[in-house]
């Protein structure tokens, strides 16, 4: 079966410096979810989209952004990036309204390991 | 709003011994909840949910957790530990359809020879 895409799945950077992630949810999901994950720390939510409008917002930096395009990928857009920025990027993707109690679920990404030197 | 405490950020077992892992939750509406497995340097696997109905639920790899109201858990046990178990494992709430996972710290399960 079809699983959630991210690219790349590994980025090196340096201070100050721009970085793309990008994700392709698993067909037919409407919604998109970013998390990150520090070294030795649990998933935190970034933010979320829902029919390409954003839908709910966590502890996103200003200087993050991201958008879910027509064909519901989406993109996590990291500027001005600092050390504090390495961390492991999971998208995530679901359906928004499941015919079965047993499609509410999240399916995750394999996740994007940035690196910030 | 959602929380999750998992007690325990360290917990080692012998082969072969009953794997418990705790889990404990705060949610202002109905809780999802879930169970997720951590390898090294991998991502998010899904061992088991709970939405509605049975309480009791079996996941994958000889998993199962059971949801219970009154006391606000949601605690993952194996009977017998297998050396592959050993990996991290989060507890994570949803409050519905659509709504971002709230994720516990994690523990990390060591299984001993």
């Known amino acids: 079966a079809a699983g959630v895409i991210q690219s790349p799945r590994h980025l090196i950077k340096e201070k100050r410096e721009t970085a793309t992630l990008k994700c392709y949810p698993i067909?037919?999901?409407?919604?998109v979810y970013w998390y990150q994950q520090g070294p030795g720390q649990d998933p935190q939510f970034l933010i979320s989209?829902?029919?390409?409008?954003?839908?709910d917002k966590g502890s996103i930096p200003d200087r993050f952004s991201a958008q879910q395009f027509s064909d519901y990928h989406s993109e996590l857009n990291m500027s001005s990036l600092e050390l504090g920025d390495s961390a492991l990027y999971f998208c995530?993707?679901?359906?928004?309204?499941?015919?079965?109690?047993?499609?509410?679920?999240?399916?995750f990404g394999p996740g994007t390991r940035l690196t910030v030197l | 709003a959602q929380s999750v405490t998992q007690l325990g950020s360290h917990v080692s077992v012998s082969e072969g011994a009953l794997v418990l892992l705790r889990c404990n939750y705060s949610?202002?509406?109905?809780?999802?909840l879930f169970w997720y497995v951590q390898y090294p340097n991998q991502g998010l696997q899904l061992l088991l949910k709970?939405?509605?109905?049975?309480?009791l639920v079996k996941g994958i790899n000889g998993f199962e957790a059971e949801f219970k109201k009154s006391e606000t858990s949601f605690h993952l046990t194996k009977p017998s530990a297998h050396m592959s178990d050993a990996a991290e494992y989060f507890c994570?709430?949803?409050?519905?359809?659509?709504?971002?996972?709230?994720f516990g710290p994690g523990t990390r399960l060591s299984v001993l020879p």
């Open positions: 994570a709430v949803s409050g519905s359809y659509g709504q971002n996972f709230v």
């Open positions: 989209f829902y029919e390409k409008m954003q839908s």
């Open positions: 067909p037919r999901h409407d919604t």
């Open positions: 709970y939405t509605t109905g049975a309480t």
């Open positions: 995530a993707s679901s359906l928004s309204r499941p015919m079965a109690s047993g499609e509410n679920e999240q399916f």
């Open positions: 949610s202002s509406v109905p809780p999802y």
